[in-house]
């Protein structure tokens, strides 16, 4: 096998390559998705994961709504979103989105959550009413929900997928290896059941995969042998970036060539579709997600 190139911990912490650069977010389609946000009290991932795609995305006029607080009762060591006692807990919030996302005119919505370990339902009532408002407001646009682990509630997995959206899913973020790493409060095996479980439910299933850190190859081969054994049809790969210096450190960055090698072995592998390049983050072009057959 050809080695690709990569780059080394120790350039990483001197600088970014050319390839990991991005616009500052502009222009008049992100102003009004920013004043709807601002006025309709919403949260979203794009800000509050620090994604490098908000600018492209919300100049299209298009978000991925954060439901149930900004506050996570996780604390994965990759991730921006704030940890500690969720206090928000809105039965009003569905309606909120399914008007805001009305009123952007999306034609391809997503919608994701922190997670709520200290509700027994773990917020799956809200994440129900949520997909079933929108599609009362905007019957036309289709639906993603990146939903968070139950933990092994599968009734309120069933609830959180009940309201027909088009696409469900469920990030692993790394290998099996480095999981009570990236992910202390979960487990690699629940999560593949998890999606397992979603697939057998009917649905498109889709997960997420971060690359550089310290994970090999051949790990990331058995993942997605892994996945497709259990059923997943979509799968995004992209760059971890380390949002504060708190933050898990990126072990390498991945040079794109190496990107386009695992979309290669993942559609090989058995995978119905494959995103994968530094940039990439689970909604990135999500509205092309829904076109991949159930069949």
């Known amino acids: 096998m050809i080695e690709l190139p990569v780059i080394s911990s120790q350039e990483t912490r001197r600088r970014k390559p050319d390839w990991l650069r991005v616009k500052l977010p502009v222009g008049p389609e992100y102003a009004k998705v920013r004043k709807l946000v601002d006025n309709y009290k919403l949260h979203t991932i794009c800000e509050s994961g620090n994604c490098p795609n908000m600018g492209e995305c919300w100049g299209a006029g298009t978000a991925t709504f954060m439901i149930l607080g900004n506050v996570c009762t996780r604390s994965c060591t990759f991730c921006a979103v704030a940890t500690g006692r969720p206090t928000e807990y809105d039965l009003e919030e569905p309606k909120r989105v399914a008007e805001a996302i009305k009123l952007m005119g999306v034609k391809h919505a997503v919608i994701t959550s922190v997670n709520r370990d200290e509700l027994k339902d773990r917020g799956a009532e809200v994440w129900y009413q949520t997909v079933v408002e929108t599609k009362k407001a905007s019957p036309e646009t289709t639906i993603e929900t990146l939903i968070p682990d139950t933990k092994g509630n599968w009734d309120a997995l069933y609830?959180?997928?009940?309201?027909?959206?088009?696409?469900?899913?469920?990030?692993?973020?790394?290998?099996?290896?480095?999981?009570?790493?990236?992910?202390?409060?979960?487990?690699?095996?629940?999560?593949?059941?998890?999606?397992?479980?979603?697939?057998?439910?009917?649905?498109?299933?889709?997960t997420g995969i971060m690359l550089g850190i310290g994970e090999t190859k051949e790990e990331v081969f058995k993942a997605m042998d892994d996945l497709a054994t259990n059923g997943l049809m979509i799968l995004t790969l992209g760059q971890y970036l380390q949002p504060t210096k708190m933050h898990l450190e990126v072990a390498e960055f991945i040079h794109p060539d190496t990107f386009?090698?695992?979309?290669?072995?993942?559609?090989?592998?058995?995978?119905?579709?494959?995103?994968?390049?530094?940039?990439?983050?689970?909604?990135?072009?999500a509205e092309r997600h829904v076109n991949v057959p159930l069949d």
């Open 159 to 206: 609830r959180m997928i009940e309201g027909k959206q088009e696409v469900v899913s469920h990030n692993m973020e790394t290998v099996g290896r480095l999981y009570r790493i990236v992910r202390p409060q979960a487990k690699y095996e629940r999560s593949l059941e998890q999606i397992r479980r979603i697939r057998e439910a009917g649905m498109r299933t889709k």
């Open 260 to 285: 386009e090698m695992y979309r290669e072995e993942g559609l090989r592998r058995g995978l119905k579709y494959v995103e994968s390049g530094p940039l990439v983050r689970s909604s990135y072009h």
